[in-house]
């Protein structure tokens, strides 16, 4: 039987799109210019057994419909049904909330609807809902205190490139000679930062410290660069200072203490497994022991709220490896654990695509996921936030779960939406939060553009928030 998506226009409109990504391993056909939107069955000799058509009035509602019928014409069934958007929790939030009684959210109504119109199954179901529960009070605390904003400093530096990148990184070694002149113009950057939260009554709450991974600069220059954030930014109302110290290898003494001294009271270490023969295979340049050594080395400095990141689904890797895994992470104690599902980005990295597919059981990434929940629950762990991207494999989904009281705010509210966050450096999003609507400016992503055209990203900047430019 051949299943073919009929559509109106050259190529399928984009919500019909997101929908087809979800069956993006199922052999569907595609053939424009058709009246309406409508969904054939054919036999093996083109005799059409069956045509549905779907009514595209409401987006929605049209979504649900497409996903319905190709659900039951291929035998697919998505964990988390119906729903496209990368904000799972969003759509949680904002049913309980549209049907708040007595100004208390209906998480049950939210269930139900995930169930009977999104046909989201009970597992990603539970997980949406205690997510969103955990979620309360910080969402609860923006509302009240509007003037809280975050600040996001991107370091576009690694020690190397792991294979299945999405952020915009560069191997440090390569572009040595530009890493001076971007503390430079990030400096000037983080001035404007300033200046707009100072004019507009800004505060600024959260920190958080990313890239890249900006321990990849060599102690001197990691400390230039802490400096640059305490000497520009007003810390006084500040809470979480995060930093992502992802890569183990990056990760000194000298770091940690300038890290520590400036406050960082957040930090992250990304093993992403602890098998080595998947380290290597994905680029990662440094061992496990490493990972046990950046940890002793930063428990020695008093870091006592460290995040570990892990992938399900990386190249090669079973269950048994991905159990490994937990267990050796097990052993290191950390605060916090984001359990993501690998995402494939782009068709360049289609190789990378079929050569995990080929060594996965379909199910294999349903058992590794619900490892991941289980292991954190046993630890005490709740998930505080959760999202979603495009091509994840087996439409599953990312985690942050951590013991109460080391949640991430900057984490949960950038996948709300619901606060302001200035941004500076290659790569970074600036959000505006006002009135209902979100605005966005964007950081060029290369170093080499960054480089020469710093002064536009601050002045994108400064006309988006009413700000005159510093003289
Ligand atoms: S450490 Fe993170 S940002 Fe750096 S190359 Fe690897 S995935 Fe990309």
Same mark, same amino acid.
């Given at each position: 039987m051949k299943v073919i998506l009929k559509h109106p226009g050259e190529h399928p409109d984009y919500h019909v799109y997101e929908i087809l990504n979800i069956f993006s391993r199922c052999d569907i056909k595609y053939e424009p210019f058709s009246d309406a939107l409508s969904v054939v069955c054919e036999d093996g000799a083109g005799n059409e057994l069956s045509r549905e058509t779907i009514d595209m009035t409401d987006r929605k509602v049209m979504k649900r419909s497409l996903y319905e019928i190709l659900s039951r014409l291929t035998g697919y069934e998505s964990p988390w049904g119906a729903i496209t958007g990368v904000r799972p929790c969003k759509t949680v939030n904002d049913i309980a909330a549209k049907n708040a009684k007595n100004g208390e959210p209906d998480f049950e109504e939210a269930d139900r609807e995930l169930k009977? *119109?999104?046909?989201?199954s009970g597992q990603k179901r539970a997980l949406a809902i205690s997510t969103a529960k955990n979620q309360r009070k910080f969402l609860e605390d923006q509302r009240n205190n509007p003037q809280k904003i975050d600040l996001y400093v991107a370091i =576009? *530096?690694? &020690?190397s490139r792991c294979l299945y990148c999405s952020f915009t990184s560069n191997s440090i070694i390569k572009y040595r000679k530009y890493v001076d002149s971007y503390l430079d113009h990030l400096e000037e950057e983080l001035k404007c930062c300033a200046r707009i939260a100072k004019e507009n009554g800004f505060v600024f709450d959260s920190i958080y410290l990313g890239g #890249?991974? &900006?321990?990849? *600069?060599d102690d001197e220059r990691f400390e230039r660069y802490m400096s640059m954030i305490l000497n520009t930014i007003d810390m006084s109302t500040v809470g979480e200072f995060a930093l !992502?110290? #992802?890569? =183990?290898?990056?990760?000194t003494e000298g770091k940690l203490r300038t890290a520590k001294t400036a406050g960082v009271n957040r930090l992250s270490i990304n =093993?992403?497994?602890?098998n080595e023969k998947t380290l290597r295979r994905i680029g990662r340049a440094h061992n496990t022991l490493q990972v046990y050594e950046a940890f002793e080395l930063a428990r020695k400095e008093g870091f006592y709220n460290i995040n570990t990141d892990i992938i399900a689904g990386? =190249? #090669? !890797?079973s269950i048994d490896d991905f159990a490994t895994t937990l267990e050796k992470i097990g052993g290191l104690s950390p605060e916090g654990l984001t359990v993501h599902t690998l995402s494939v980005k782009r068709a360049a990295d289609l190789k990378l695509d079929l050569e995990t597919q080929s060594e996965l059981r379909p199910d294999d990434l349903a058992v590794m996921t619900t490892m991941g929940y289980d292991f954190a629950i046993s630890r005490g762990m709740l998930p505080f936030y959760l999202y979603r991207q495009k091509n994840m494999l087996g439409n599953h989904e990312n985690v942050g779960y951590c013991l109460p009281g080391h949640e991430s705010p900057y984490n949960i509210h950038i996948m709300e939406e619901d606060k302001t966050i200035l941004a500076a450096g290659a790569g970074s999003v600036t959000k505006y939060v006002t009135g209902g609507d979100i605005f966005r400016i964007y950081d060029v992503k290369s170093i080499e553009e960054y480089d020469s055209r710093w002064q536009e990203m601050i002045d994108r900047k400064n006309e988006l928030f009413g700000v005159a430019r510093a003289k």
């Open positions: 009977d *119109f999104y046909l989201v =576009p *530096f690694c &020690p #890249g991974t &900006p321990t990849s *600069f !992502e110290a #992802g890569r =183990p290898d990056s990760i =093993p992403q497994t602890m990386l =190249p #090669g !890797e």
